[in-house]
């Protein structure tokens, strides 16, 4: 099972909300990954956890703030954001095996959730 | 220069085409080649893989890997209405970045 589960599918807010976007993986990944993707653009890092370690923000403004309760969930906190944040939002996890190090580091993502910003 | 080079398309071919896609990159460090598949508005699907140069097979999909010349390539057998997709090449060496090439939109005509 390659499964990445993302919660909302569809999100529309307005400037001044607070919304948080939830991923899911039970592939025992210790390495997840939050991606921002534009229209017929290929997906952006921004964010990435290893080991429940914030390990690489892309300069992302703070009206981002990742989390990472547990080696399962990977959350996207949102506040104050501009139209042009509207965008399809996409998580990954990858096995991230110490032992072998990045070679197995293969990225599965998640459907996505569309955000609209009004 | 960007690292990794694809022509964005679009392409389209008649069912039962071979079709081919490709990639150049600009960077030794890249060891780790994948495609990706992106049907409208959902997540990428990881179709391939490949560590090392030569081919790899998988159903109607190979991928070859060239690291004299950078390149890379897919191609797919037999193509159907259902492979099309925008596809996205994609290379890893060093750190756990990924770096995509910018996508080719296929449409598989019936």
């Known amino acids: 099972d390659t499964e990445v589960t993302q919660t909302p599918k569809h999100l529309v807010m307005g400037m001044t909300n607070k919304k948080s976007l939830k991923c899911e993986q039970h592939?025992?990944?210790?390495?997840m990954y939050w991606y921002k993707q534009k229209a017929k653009k290929p997906p952006e890092l921004m964010f990435v956890?290893?080991?429940?370690?914030?390990?690489i923000n892309e300069s992302v403004p703070s009206r981002f703030s990742p989390e990472c309760p547990n080696s399962s969930l990977l959350n996207l906190h949102l506040h104050a954001l501009q139209p042009e944040d509207s965008a399809l939002y996409l998580c990954?996890?990858?096995?991230?095996?110490?032992?072998?190090?990045?070679?197995?580091?293969?990225?599965?993502f998640g459907p996505g959730t569309r955000l609209t910003v009004l | 220069q960007k690292e990794v080079e694809q022509d964005p398309g679009p392409l389209s071919v008649p069912e039962g085409a071979i079709v081919s896609l490709n990639c150049t990159y600009s960077?030794?460090?890249?060891?780790?080649f994948m495609w990706y598949r992106q049907y409208s508005r959902k997540g990428p699907e990881l179709l391939m893989y490949?560590?090392?140069?030569g081919n790899k097979e998988d159903g109607r999909f190979t991928a070859q890997v060239d690291k004299s010349s950078k390149y890379i390539s897919l191609f797919i057998r037999d193509s159907q209405p259902s492979d099309s997709a925008t596809y996205l090449c994609?290379?890893?060496?060093?750190?756990?970045?990924?770096?995509f090439g910018k996508g080719t939109k296929l449409t598989v005509n019936p």
């Open positions: 990954a996890s990858s096995s991230r095996d110490r032992a072998l190090g990045f070679h197995t580091d293969t990225q599965y």
């Open positions: 592939m025992g990944h210790r390495a």
């Open positions: 956890y290893s080991y429940e370690k914030l390990s």
């Open positions: 960077n030794s460090a890249f060891q780790y």
């Open positions: 490949t560590y090392s140069s």
């Open positions: 994609a290379t890893q060496g060093g750190s756990e970045k990924l770096v």
